[in-house]
Structure formats: structure tokens, C-alpha cells
């Protein structure tokens, strides 16, 4: 009889994932790069990236995220930007849409990714991403609210070249990890 410390030993070995993942899962992600360390900081977080699962088939998990754009890449390749020696933390939505990757398809996937983290519609951000995506669709969400740019002030200066947006609807990646909102799955 196979165990399930077997099964997670092979699953491990074999680079896949020992939770089974669904439509809706909003996949919280670490990344090393110099503007996510200021997002960690300002927002009090370890994440400084999201994306969703929009689908499963045959297998293969997709996730959709603003990351260069607004993309559909594979969990595999979502997750090879994951911070090395961190891991994606997963969590589920009370309630999903039936409609979620055809409401991504149809109204985000292409759209030009937001990096002055602006509230409009012709960009947008990966937090932005699923918040109205959630919004279209009637699912649970965070609240957006005014953002502010405090901790290392400096750098922001310099990242939004003297114009910061201070006060300007927003939403971060932290603000999606609320087990209020949202049930913990776990870490892959």
C-alpha cells in the first residue's frame, strides 16, 4: 500500500505540486527584484507579485497575471520567477465564477502591464488584474483604498521619476492574503 509521505516524496521529486489546484486560486508569489523589495516593504507583505489559476486542463494549471502583460502562462513557468528558497502561497475564494477564464480572456489578456500602478483600464497591474476581475464577476474581493509610497521614500521618488502617486486607488498583492476573504490552501 502506497502512503501519502510516498506519494508526496514522489510528487516532490517529480517537480509537480502535491495541492490540487482550481479555477479561482489566487496564487500569492515572492519575487527578488529591486521595485518588489520597496512593494514589500511599503505594503508590509512577503508578496510582491499575484496571479490567479484561470484553468485546468489535462493537467496542466494556468495562471493568468499582468507581468510584462497581461499573460495566461503555466504554473511551471508562473512559478519559476518564485523568490529561490520561497514558495507560492495559495488562496481559494470562497465562491469562483464558472466564467472566470473566459471573463480573462475576453476583458484583460493582452492588456499592457500598469508599472506606475495607475487605477485606469488601458494598463494594469497584477493586484488590479484580479481585483476587477473579482469585481466583473461578483466574486468576494479586497477593498481598494489610497496608496501611499512612505517606507524609503527616496527610492520611490526615483522609481516614479519625482512624480509620486500618492493617494491614488490601489490595491497590492498583500491585501489579497486575508483568511477573512479568503481560504488558506497552503504552500507549493
Partial sequence: MITKTLILFILTTLNTYAVELKSGDILLQPLHCWACNLIEAETKSEFS????????????????????????????????????????????????ASSLSQDFDESFKGLPYDSAYLWDDNEIYCSELLYKLFRNLNMTTPKARPMTFIENREYWFKYFKGSIPDGVLGISPGDFDDESLFEFIGFI
Avoid: C, W
Avoid at 486542463?57 to 493568468?64: A, L, Q, R, S, T
Avoid at 497575471?65 to 502562462?73: G, I, L, S, Y
Fill in 49 to 96: 507579485h499575484i496571479g490567479i489559476v484561470t484553468k485546468v486542463e489535462n493537467g496542466i494549471v494556468y495562471v493568468g497575471e499582468a507581468f510584462m502583460k497581461v499573460r495566461e502562462v503555466t504554473l511551471k513557468e508562473f512559478d519559476s520567477k518564485t523568490q529561490k528558497g520561497l514558495k507560492l502561497k495559495i488562496m481559494r475564494p470562497y465562491y469562483t
